[in-house]
Every structure is written in C-alpha cells, then in structure tokens.
C-alpha cells in the first residue's frame, strides 16, 4: 500500500504541471518542502504553516539545536502531518545534497525548498575582517545558493517542476546601519533569486525571496545586543526603537512572514518569479 501510494505521488508529481496539482490537504495526497534553519524563529513558524498548508516537512537546522528540531518534528506529526528531522550545515555542499536525499527518501518527492537558515553579525563596516565576510557569506549566501541547486536538481529529476523560496531581508533593498556584511549578503540573495529565477524557469522552477523587516526571533535578540554593545542603549531597547519606522506601528512576529511564505509556496504563486516580497510593515517602499 506504502509502495503503491508512493509510486501514485511520485506519478501525479510527474505527470501533472504543477498549475495543475493545487494544494493538497490532510485527506489528499500530500506535498513535502524543506525548510532550513527551522528549528526555531522564522523557519519554524514557515514548518508549522506550511504542515497546516497540507506539507509533509523535513525539519533542519544545525545538530546544536537537536531538541529545538525534534519539538518541530513533534508539533508538525501532532497536526497530523509527516515530518524528519535532518541535521545539516547548510555551508557543506555534501551535507545539503544529504538533507535533500533523506528529505526524499522520508517523505517522497520534494516539492518545495525553503531557504531560510540565516546568521547576522552586528558592526561597522569598516572593522569587518577576513573571518566576518566568509562567515557570513558562508551561512546567507552560500547557503542559500547551495540549497537552491541541490532543490532544482531533483525538481529536474522529477520533471515535474518545483518553488523555490530564499530567505532575504528588507535590507536586500536598503541596508541597515552597523548590519553592512549582513545587509551584503542579503542584496547577493535577492540577486541570486533573480537570476535563478531566469536560469531555472525552462524547467518549471520558479525562485522567489521573501523580504521580512524586524521580527522578534533569537535573530534579533543578538542585532539588539551587537548594537547595544555599539551604542550603549539598553537590552531591548534597540528592538524597540524600530518601531518608529514600520508603517503598521508594530514589529513582526515569525508568524507574518509565514504568511507571505505560504503563497509562495502555493499554487496561487505559480507566475509568480524572481521576486523578492517583502512584509515589513512598511518600512521600505519599493
Ligand atoms: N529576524 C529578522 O528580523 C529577520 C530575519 N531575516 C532572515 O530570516 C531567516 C531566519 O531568521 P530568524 O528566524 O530570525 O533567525 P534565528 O536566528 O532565529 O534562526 C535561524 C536558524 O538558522 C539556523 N542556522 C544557522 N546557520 C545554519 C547552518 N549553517 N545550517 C543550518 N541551519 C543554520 C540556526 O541554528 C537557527 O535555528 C534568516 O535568513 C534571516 O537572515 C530576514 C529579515 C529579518
Ligand atoms: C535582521 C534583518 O534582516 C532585519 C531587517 O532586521
């Protein structure tokens, strides 16, 4: 019967464009999308949605934060829905081509990869060493580009096409003052979006980013430190003061960009490519 359903997906998944194939829910045959980084903030808040969305979901993150990814495993199986948990350095290629194996081996052919794993760094551009640069760049941006080729390349073996969905930031736009490195990296990701976008659209792929402004996650809880040490303002208070910029009067939770995340990852988004959306609020208007 397992061999059956799985030869029936992997079938529907071949067969059908994906303009075609719709959401899946719980009672329908389900899709499945990696998400990277998920074992907290952003990325569990896109795990958690996308599993109510009708994805079975493999979980990853650093092995660091295992018991943080097996909660994840756990709330994700708890909605009813398949979910593994893959520890994996998104900076090793060899560890990404692993992720999306056992991503596929676990829960059928992939649909969607979202990549989200991120770090940031709080300084002035002109103290950034050697260190700083390959470290960021190794997390935001090598990360991403490795996750992305890894992704269409099984969407190629599938033939069946696939979404692809890059973690960037309202500072791919305009940069954030004492984020120079981070901001960089992120203006890479929106670039690199764009030109996969082009590179991978014969194949049925769409690449897409989403832009998020300020969002209460442990990312923030280290920018508002990092400037804190810089500026001398008080724990939080750096966070706070963000508020005075966004539009809608109030910082983000992971939640809101989850949201945004969703339609990506939808059928609702299939001519939709090389974008990067951004939900911030109204921080940056493009
Ligand atoms: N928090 C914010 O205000 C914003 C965040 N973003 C981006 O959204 C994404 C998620 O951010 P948050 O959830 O806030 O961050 P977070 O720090 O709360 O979570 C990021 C997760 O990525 C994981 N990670 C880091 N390096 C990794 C690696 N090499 N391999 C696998 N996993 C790794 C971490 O262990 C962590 O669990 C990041 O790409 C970030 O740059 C963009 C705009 C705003
Ligand atoms: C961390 C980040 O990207 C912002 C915009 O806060």
Known sequence: ?????????????????????????????????????????????????????????????????SSMVNNVVAEIQSLGRKAIPV???????????????????????????????????????MDAQESDLQRLFEVNFYGVLYSDQVAARQFIKQGSGGKIINAASIVSFRPFLMLPIYSATKAAVRSLTQSLAMELAKDKITVNAYAPGVVDSHMWDTIDEGMGHINGRPKGQ????????????????????AKMVSFLASADSDYVTGQTMMADGGMVFS
């Open 1 to 65: 019967m397992a061999l059956l359903r799985s030869k029936l997906r992997l079938s529907i998944a071949s067969s059908a464009p994906l303009w075609q194939r719709g959401f899946a829910t719980s009672k329908t045959l389900s899709k499945s999308a990696v998400v990277t980084g998920s074992g907290q903030g952003i990325g569990k808040a896109i795990a958690l949605r996308l599993a109510r969305d009708g994805f079975d979901i493999c979980v990853n993150d650093l092995e660091v934060n």
């Open 238 to 257: 750096n966070f706070k003061d963000t508020v005075n910029s966004i539009t809608l009067g109030r910082t983000s939770v992971p939640e809101d960009v």
């Open 87 to 125: 520890f994996a350095d998104v900076t090793r290629l060899p560890q990404v081509e692993a992720m999306v194996e056992a991503s596929v081996e676990g829960l059928g052919p992939l649909d969607v990869i979202v990549a989200n794993a991120g770090i940031a760094q709080v300084q002035w551009g």
